[in-house]
Structure formats: C-alpha cells, structure tokens
C-alpha cells in the first residue's frame, strides 16, 4: 500500500508538471511507468504552452514590423515625390524627318498654334536620348 500511494503521489505530480507544459500525456505516461524517474523526464520536457506564447508573440512582432516598413516607405514617397521633369529653354524640332534645329519652347508652342508644326512632329528628348511626339510635350 505505501509503494502504490508514493507512486499515485508521482503520478500526480507528473500529471500536474505536465498539463503546465502543455504536456498531458506525457506527464500521466512517463510517471506511471517509471515513477518517480517518470518525473524528472516530464521536468526536461519542452514547454509547449510557453513555445506557443513566444511563437505567437514573434508573429506579431513580425506583423508589426511588416506594418511599420510600409508606413516608413509610404512617409518616404510623400516627403520625396518624384522630380518633375524639366523642360529645356529650347528644344531641337524634327518635321517630316527633316531637322529643324533648335527652337524656344515660346516659339513652337506659337508654332503649334498657327498650325506650322503638328503634334506628329518630333522633339529631341536628352534625358531620354530619343525623338518623342510634340503631344507629349
């Protein structure tokens, strides 16, 4: 009768060690079966319930931080807007294939209006190294 009731006295204890660590059956197999060593094995078992907090905790830590990149690049996009581009005092007009040279801005846009250059007819863009549509422009 005393070695049952100081192995049930085991056994509980197993069983109390291991429902803390998430770790039931465990806790009642390992005890049953060796008592007393049963639990000091349950001691060394991994504490599931404390994995699981740390492991939710790590994914809110990381929903965070995903959270903050993107308000920190939004912040950046609105402080830097891109630069606007530039036009050159003058441009180099193309018409029919044919080079005009060099013109104002005021002097194609008056050229635009009478009808002397069409927005089919071509100006030389240095950022971009190419012919592009007075359209555009």
Do not use: H
């Amino acid at each position: 009768m005393g070695l049952f009731l100081f192995w049930l006295i085991f056994l509980i204890a197993g069983i109390l060690i291991g429902a803390q660590k998430g770790q039931l059956v465990s806790g009642i197999v390992w005890p049953f079966l060796f008592g007393p060593l049963g639990v000091i094995i349950v001691l060394c078992l991994p504490n599931k319930v404390a994995e699981a907090k740390e492991e939710a905790r790590n994914l809110q830590v990381q929903r965070q931080l995903l959270m903050q990149q993107q308000q920190l690049e939004e912040l950046r996009r609105l402080n830097n807007p891109p630069p606007e581009k530039k036009q050159p005092a003058r441009l180099r007009i193309a018409k029919n294939g044919q080079d005009m040279g060099e013109m104002s801005i005021g002097m194609v846009l008056t050229m635009l209006k009478n009808k002397q250059l069409s927005g089919e007819d071509l100006y030389f863009d240095p950022e971009t190294n190419e012919w592009l549509p007075l359209e555009g422009l």
